[in-house]
């Protein structure tokens, strides 16, 4: 390749994917690396991304015949592919995990941000999502999992339908965005792609994701606060801002911004997702300060939590398995499998989807759970994780890395009795 | 003129908005004529984040003192503090050419040396606070004027702060056609009235605890040693409240002010604290310890967070505080504050109030106006034909000078 090749790949995949980088296309006009990868050809002759690959209809794995030679030309002599797309549709769940193996036998790294389909969709589209899941997380270092319904806060009869997709597909964006912020961060601080594997490469486990953008003297908080109002870190059931990052192990936290973002910025950010997740809680940071002066700040949380097993020892299996393998041979087999064996696999992930199982586990928790499913329970005070009350707005206070606006007993985690209403 | 010898202070605090009329006396002191106040709104932390809200409500506090005192009001002392004030110590040298008297031009270049220091690009001096003069290694000479020497060295202590925050905190007042006499840091104006000259020789910290603030100065030999500003105060006690119970502000500011305490929990005895129904409020019992655990931890902190700056800046500041510490503003008025203070600092603690002023009881019995009344106090010391008392007490440069001679 030659040295102007980009480095760095975001592929969309399927009409999901397409429509993501559409939303990143326009805008960022001058980003490179953007690829649509789909087998619908008005979706494609639709989109704005100038590299497209077109897949022709017809038997999914023949088809693939004709796209797999320039991908892999294309990608070939880059660092990083992150795809992205939406799970349950036949394209989606056949060409992701297919283009995955393809860019993996190729020595890349691979990472993939994917929407799994909302319960409206139908149980078929779940558990071919569910399949195609699966051979995603064997097959890529890192894999960012929008479940739909969490979106929606678990209610999508009173969301508009279109809204629905619409915000997942900007979650798919943010997502795919900060994965990739981490995968290709410049510095100074970085997040290791071992890192993001700890976090995404975790079998089963729900991704847990929010972003926040703000500018002005009080950016580092109104970026945090939205961030942690995403719908997929308020704890299932709760209100509760950032609630599900309670006592998950490793959080990924990805500040982008222009130079004069400050230590004590980083350093609030860090102390505040500590003291929300809890004590014992990692949290890998990665800033980018290279944006323009006027530019926002940007704030990712990602975190996982449930899952069953760690990442690393059925992936090397895996992955030392794939760089024999030709790049169309996993893909037929991708193929054979998806259609013979949906229904075991759908199973094995079925507790994933939901909230609720992990709870219960929680409560009845043995020792070998505490790390994964015991963690979903509330941390040291039953209040709001992120309260600053009537400073909010206001710039902060801030010492020694602490920010004093957020009352003195909680950064302390004392414990209050509280009101007893009459 | 009358007017010659009454003086008006004018304080924008995060509360409230004050102004002070003062007269002074035949025997040195001030006797208060009148207050005016209003409530403040559009001032967070002690800075002003919404100008013409914080403009109307200084012109009502400024009508309200004019009623109160029939004293037509023109020209103003302003207090101002904000965390975006720094301070330091700093030595000026000066040689005369050759051996002669030191004249007064000797004692302006000396000082203008001491002022010869990189401030960064958006700050300003306000204050250059005289500590001591030493001439020809004489150390604290009082007053070197028409002595013989050479080389003339002073120290002074020097607060900046970033120009287009006193510039909006002026305009406010400039709106109204109010002529700004000087500025004042807060802190220096609150010590002029809550701590006597024998403190001040002692060795004093004067903690002037606000609603949005916390202002502290050290003084140590009659001087200025150090001077800060937290911006932390009372607001942050009713936030941590309404936060921790569940209260709206306004809920929380009322239970602070009736029943708060700072007092360690672990040592006040269990009970609950009713709180009735209201239009709007649903009414609940709440736990006393847990009131008094968010003050304690609060207030503790503030003090905490004073004794380590102090401490930072060096020179064993802590060791020297010969009259202990003294505790004012609105924030003085809770209860168990100087038990908590003295266990930081393990120091003797005071609640202090303005003194040595004559008028108003209530008023100046009040520590939330020792700023207020502090201001007039100053204007009083500056303002004297004489020399002020004591060359320690000569601040010789304020900000207030440019306004006028801007001709703003």
């Not at chain 1, 037929?332 to 075991?344: D, G, H, L």
């Not at chain 2, 120009?163 to 002529?179: A, M, P, Q, S």
């Amino acid at each position: 390749m030659s040295g102007s090749a980009p480095r760095h790949f975001l592929v969309g995949v399927g009409n999901a994917g397409v429509t993501v980088l559409d939303l990143l296309a326009l805008n960022n006009l001058e980003m490179k690396g953007l690829l649509c990868v789909n087998n619908d050809p008005e979706s494609l002759s639709a989109s704005v991304v100038t590299d497209r690959l077109g897949v022709p209809e017809g038997d999914p794995s023949e088809a693939f015949l004709a796209i797999d030679g320039p991908f892999g030309d294309m990608v070939s002599g880059a660092s990083s592919v992150v795809l992205c797309g939406g799970l349950g549709g036949e394209s989606g769940s056949f060409l992701l995990p297919a283009l995955a193996i393809l860019a993996k036998s190729s020595g890349i790294t691979v990472a993939a941000c994917v929407g799994m389909p909302f319960s409206f969709e139908g149980k078929q589209k779940r558990e071919l999502a569910a399949s195609a899941l699966e051979k995603l997380r064997t097959v890529c270092d890192a894999v960012a999992v929008i479940e739909n319904d969490r979106l929606t806060g678990g209610s999508p009869s009173t969301a508009a339908v279109g809204e629905a997709f619409s915000l997942s597909d900007r979650t798919i964006l943010a997502a795919l965005q900060a994965l990739q912020g981490m995968i290709t961060n410049s510095g100074p601080v970085k997040i290791t792609r071992s890192d993001i594997k700890s976090v995404l490469g975790v079998p089963g486990a729900v991704t847990l994701f929010g972003l926040g953008t703000a500018k002005g003297p009080n950016r580092l908080h109104e970026a945090l606060e939205h961030a942690l109002k995403s719908p997929l870190l308020t704890a299932p059931g709760k209100n509760t801002p950032g609630g599900a990052l309670a006592g998950v192990s490793t959080v990924l936290l990805l500040l982008r911004g222009p130079a004069d973002l400050s230590f004590a910025e980083v350093q609030v950010a860090v102390s505040e997702i500590e003291r929300i997740a809890g004590e014992g809680c990692q949290i890998k940071t990665g800033v980018h300060a290279d944006l323009s002066p006027d530019a926002p700040i940007t704030l990712s949380i990602t975190a996982s939590s449930g899952g069953g097993q760690t990442a690393e020892k059925p992936k090397t299996t895996l992955l030392s398995e794939i760089p024999e393998a030709k790049p169309l041979e996993p893909a037929a087999q991708v193929a054979t499998r998806a259609k013979a064996e949906p229904t075991p696999v759908a199973d094995s992930i079925k507790p994933v989807s939901s909230a609720k199982p992990i709870k219960s586990t929680a409560g009845a928790s043995t020792k070998g759970d505490k790390q994964s499913a015991g963690k979903q329970t509330q941390g040291t005070l039953d209040l709001d994780s992120y309260q600053r009350g009537r400073f909010d707005k206001s710039e902060p206070t801030i010492v020694a890395g602490e920010d004093l606006d957020v009352p003195t007993f909680l950064r302390k985690g004392i414990k209050l009795t509280q009101p007893h209403r009459n | 003129m009358a007017n010659e010898q009454i003086f008006v202070g004018l304080e924008i605090g995060t509360t409230k908005i004050c102004v002070i009329v003062a007269e002074s006396r035949a025997d040195d002191q001030i006797s208060i004529l009148g207050v005016g106040e209003t409530p403040s709104r559009g001032v967070r932390k002690g800075e002003i984040v919404d100008m013409a809200t914080v403009t109307e409500c200084v012109r009502e506090a400024i009508v309200d003192a004019e009623e109160k005192t029939n004293v037509e009001i023109g020209n103003v002392w302003v207090a101002i503090t904000g965390s975006h004030l720094r301070s330091f110590n700093n030595r000026g040298t000066h040689t005369l050419p050759h051996a002669g008297q030191i004249q007064q031009e000797d004692l302006d270049m000396v000082q203008a040396n001491a002022k010869e220091v990189a401030l960064p690009p958006p700050n300003t001096f306000l204050h250059t606070i005289l500590q001591a003069y030493h001439l020809d290694g004489n150390r604290n000479v009082i007053d070197p004027l028409d002595s013989e020497g050479i080389q003339l060295e002073a120290d002074f202590h020097i607060v900046h702060g970033i120009k287009t925050r006193i510039t909006n905190h002026l305009r406010c007042v400039e709106e109204l056609n109010l002529e700004i006499e000087d500025v004042v840091l807060s802190s220096l104006a609150s010590a002029q009235v809550v701590v006597t000259q024998h403190q001040k020789d002692l060795g004093v910290l004067v903690i002037d605890i606000g609603g949005g603030t916390t202002d502290y100065l050290i003084y140590n030999d009659g001087a200025v040693r150090h001077s800060g500003v937290l911006a932390i105060g009372g607001d942050h006690i009713t936030n941590d409240i309404s936060v921790g119970l569940k209260l709206p502000i306004a809920r929380a500011e009322m239970l602070k002010i009736q029943e708060g305490s700072a007092t360690d929990p672990s040592e006040s005895e269990v009970g609950v604290i009713t709180l009735k129904n209201d239009p709007g409020f649903l009414g609940c019992d709440i736990d006393r310890r847990s009131l008094e655990t968010i003050i304690h931890c609060r207030v503790k902190e503030i003090f905490e967070l004073v004794r380590a700056d102090i401490e930072n800046a060096g020179g064993g500041m802590l060791g020297l505080l010969g009259a202990g510490v003294m505790i004012t503003g609105g924030c003085a008025k809770l209860r168990g504050i100087a038990e908590v203070a003295s266990e930081v600092f393990d120091q003797a603690v005071q609640v202090s109030t303005a003194r040595n002023v004559g008028g108003a009881l209530q008023t100046f019995e009040n520590p939330q106006y020792s700023t207020a009344i502090g201001l007039t106090k100053y204007a009083r010391l500056i303002t004297k034909d004489a020399q002020p008392q004591g060359m320690l007490e000569r601040i010789t440069q304020g900000f207030g000078g440019l306004f006028k001679k801007g001709g703003r």
